[in-house]
């Protein structure tokens, strides 16, 4: 049952040195004022899951956060590369990364396997590429070959969302992504939100992760910034544009790093 | 301006009734324009869940708010992939790339070998189901020698259903397998062409020069990029 407590608390009690861990949001709703948290308490060698990992992964891999990266496409939407990833991958700073590398559908179907507490997810995919499938299956029914992809069942699976009530139900709308597949999947689940409100109402498009699903709600206003809380803010494109110069040298990153996570208190 | 070349003569090539899964920047800008000129119906799906979205100004990102608030349907990213791209409800595809081959392979994995690269690109996203599972896909790029390449040095998603690849210089499509030039933009020389290939490139004998851009084309291009479109 999910209890409402500090970030600071529920990143302290949740994330643990080694454990594989996925802060999920598809370009809406990501989940960076728990990163920030978690660079913070200078938690090390995470696997780190996601789909598309951009600026906070950019920034916990630049903190040295992590020992391993599954995803489908790092990048800054719109913008460019990811310059921390990049410097990990190839120069291996500040320490080197091991990349599991998916395409978005195999992605998609590992979340809804790992929702589903399924062992695999199956898929028409990765066909004619150099990116082999995991697996492949064939159907026992009409004896088609299929790639599989092992489902994700990270430790810890945290995401953002627009509000909660006092019990921590979880409302969210807008683009959906992940987030559900996120918190089923996951052995200990963290939301932040928006707001706590009293009862949630009836929004179009919105769905409930009902709070026994979920272990911690935290209340972080703004804290999906710079992506964005659809009915709260706009993401902060001018900021993700900012990141290619600050991201660029390691020096500027780390002083950045120094000045907007470490000396801010938490949240 | 070349830009503006590629966007609108991909937009030409998007009717009415294309539903077609769009990716940010160009295929964008491309399938937005089609939106405002003379494709008002087609369908716009951004790989992040939106479903016939309409968005007055391009966006910077898939998943900017604008494209969920104007959109028919929003899913989820697993029901997006299965039911949508996999179930083959979707027309026309657009694809971008670091690398293509003369197959329309794409590479927008690594440059260099994948476990020491020279440069580590972003990954293939949606790349590699979209190229198998929508009918025709669109290519949009650049064409110089470094991009148009004899080998690929990852191939990322596979060229079997490339139906049209636009460029700065021209437009080319597949015969018998190959892509073959079948159309310079205007002032733009075969000769320009060959030398930004980086293979034999193959020339249709009835090679043809590209519409150039009409105003209102220009027109209702330059309304739609008052935003994204970095």
């Given at each position: 049952?999910a209890e409402?407590v500090?970030?600071?608390?529920a990143i302290?009690a949740?994330?643990?040195?080694?454990?594989?861990v996925?802060?999920?949001g598809f370009?809406?709703l990501?989940p960076?004022a728990?990163?920030?948290?978690?660079i913070?308490q200078?938690r090390r060698?995470?696997?780190l899951?996601?789909?598309?990992?951009d600026?906070?992964?950019?920034?916990l891999i630049g903190?040295?956060?992590?020992?391993?990266?599954t995803?489908s496409?790092?990048g800054?939407?719109?913008?460019g590369?990811l310059h921390?990833l990049r410097?990990?991958?190839?120069?291996?700073w500040?320490?080197?990364?091991e990349?599991v590398?998916?395409?978005?559908a195999?992605m998609a179907a590992?979340?809804?396997a790992?929702a589903?507490n399924?062992p695999?997810g199956?898929?028409?995919?990765?066909?004619g590429?150099?990116l082999?499938a995991?697996a492949?299956v064939?159907c026992?029914?009409?004896?088609?070959?299929?790639a599989?992809?092992?489902?994700?069942?990270?430790?810890?699976?945290i995401?953002?969302?627009?509000?909660?009530?006092r019990k921590?139900?979880v409302?969210l709308?807008?683009i959906?992504?992940?987030q559900?597949e996120?918190?089923?999947?996951s052995a200990r689940?963290?939301?932040?939100?928006?707001?706590?409100?009293?009862?949630?109402q009836p929004?179009?498009?919105?769905?409930?992760?009902?709070n026994?699903?979920?272990d911690?709600?935290a209340?972080v206003p703004r804290?999906a910034?710079p992506s964005?809380?659809?009915g709260y803010?706009d993401?902060d494109?001018?900021?993700?544009k900012?990141?290619?110069e600050?991201s660029?040298e390691?020096?500027?990153?780390t002083?950045w790093?120094d000045?907007?996570v470490?000396?801010?208190?938490?949240a | 301006?070349?830009?503006?070349?590629m966007?609108i003569?991909a937009?030409?090539r998007?009717?009415?009734?294309?539903v077609?899964?769009v990716?940010?920047?160009?295929?964008?800008?491309?399938?937005?324009l089609?939106?405002a000129t003379?494709?008002?119906d087609?369908?716009?799906?951004?790989?992040s869940?939106?479903?016939g979205a309409?968005?007055?100004?391009?966006?910077?990102s898939?998943?900017?708010g604008?494209l969920?608030?104007?959109?028919?349907?929003?899913?989820?990213?697993p029901?997006?992939?299965a039911?949508?791209?996999?179930g083959?409800?979707?027309?026309?595809g657009?694809?971008?790339?670091a690398?293509?081959d003369r197959?329309g392979n794409l590479n927008s994995?690594?440059?260099?070998?994948?476990?020491?690269?020279t440069?580590?690109?972003?990954?293939g996203?949606?790349?590699?189901?979209?190229?198998?599972?929508?009918?025709d896909?669109?290519?949009?790029?650049?064409?110089?020698?470094?991009?148009?390449?004899?080998r690929?040095?990852?191939c990322?998603s596979v060229?079997d259903?490339?139906r049209?690849?636009v460029?700065d210089l021209?437009?080319l499509?597949?015969?018998?397998?190959?892509l073959t030039?079948?159309?310079?933009?205007?002032?733009?020389r075969?000769?320009?062409v060959r030398?930004?290939?980086g293979w034999?490139?193959?020339?249709?004998?009835d090679?043809d020069e590209?519409?150039?851009?009409?105003?209102?084309?220009l027109r209702?291009?330059?309304a739609l990029?008052?935003?994204?479109?970095?």
């Amino acid at each position: 049952m999910a209890e409402i407590v500090s970030l600071a608390d529920a990143i302290s009690a949740l994330v643990r040195d080694g454990d594989t861990v996925a802060l999920e949001g598809f370009t809406h709703l990501i989940p960076h004022a728990a990163g920030h948290e978690i660079i913070r308490q200078r938690r090390r060698e995470l696997a780190l899951i996601r789909m598309t990992p951009d600026v906070v992964y950019d920034q916990l891999i630049g903190a040295g956060c992590a020992r391993s990266l599954t995803f489908s496409w790092g990048g800054n939407p719109g913008v460019g590369s990811l310059h921390r990833l990049r410097d990990a991958v190839e120069n291996g700073w500040p320490r080197p990364l091991e990349l599991v590398e998916h395409s978005h559908a195999g992605m998609a179907a590992a979340w809804a396997a790992g929702a589903s507490n399924l062992p695999f997810g199956v898929l028409r995919g990765y066909r004619g590429t150099d990116l082999p499938a995991p697996a492949t299956v064939t159907c026992p029914f009409t004896g088609e070959e299929l790639a599989a992809v092992p489902a994700h069942r990270p430790d810890v699976g945290i995401v953002h969302a627009q509000r909660a009530d006092r019990k921590g139900n979880v409302q969210l709308w807008g683009i959906l992504g992940v987030q559900k597949e996120t918190v089923l999947a996951s052995a200990r689940a963290l939301v932040t939100v928006e707001e706590v409100v009293d009862e949630l109402q009836p929004t179009p498009g919105a769905i409930v992760i009902p709070n026994w699903v979920i272990d911690a709600v935290a209340v972080v206003p703004r804290g999906a910034h710079p992506s964005y809380a659809h009915g709260y803010y706009d993401r902060d494109n001018a900021f993700y544009k900012q990141w290619d110069e600050i991201s660029r040298e390691r020096e500027t990153f780390t002083q950045w790093l120094d000045e907007h996570v470490h000396a801010k208190v938490p949240a | 301006m070349n830009d503006e070349l590629m966007a609108i003569e991909a937009a030409r090539r998007l009717s009415n009734d294309t539903v077609c899964f769009v990716g940010i920047g160009l295929p964008s800008t491309a399938a937005n324009l089609a939106r405002a000129t003379h494709a008002p119906d087609c369908v716009l799906i951004y790989e992040s869940g939106t479903i016939g979205a309409k968005p007055d100004e391009l966006p910077l990102s898939i998943g900017d708010g604008e494209l969920a608030e104007t959109a028919d349907a929003v899913v989820s990213v697993p029901e997006m992939f299965a039911y949508w791209l996999q179930g083959g409800r979707i027309d026309v595809g657009f694809l971008g790339a670091a690398q293509i081959d003369r197959h329309g392979n794409l590479n927008s994995t690594v440059i260099g070998p994948y476990d020491s690269p020279t440069v580590r690109l972003p990954g293939g996203g949606g790349a590699p189901e979209i190229a198998t599972n929508v009918r025709d896909v669109f290519v949009m790029l650049k064409q110089t020698p470094r991009a148009f390449v004899e080998r690929l040095d990852f191939c990322t998603s596979v060229g079997d259903r490339v139906r049209v690849v636009v460029t700065d210089l021209g437009v080319l499509e597949p015969r018998d397998g190959e892509l073959t030039l079948t159309y310079v933009h205007p002032g733009v020389r075969v000769d320009d062409v060959r030398a930004a290939t980086g293979w034999e490139l193959r020339v249709a004998e009835d090679v043809d020069e590209t519409q150039a851009p009409t105003n209102d084309e220009l027109r209702a291009l330059r309304a739609l990029r008052t935003k994204g479109d970095a």
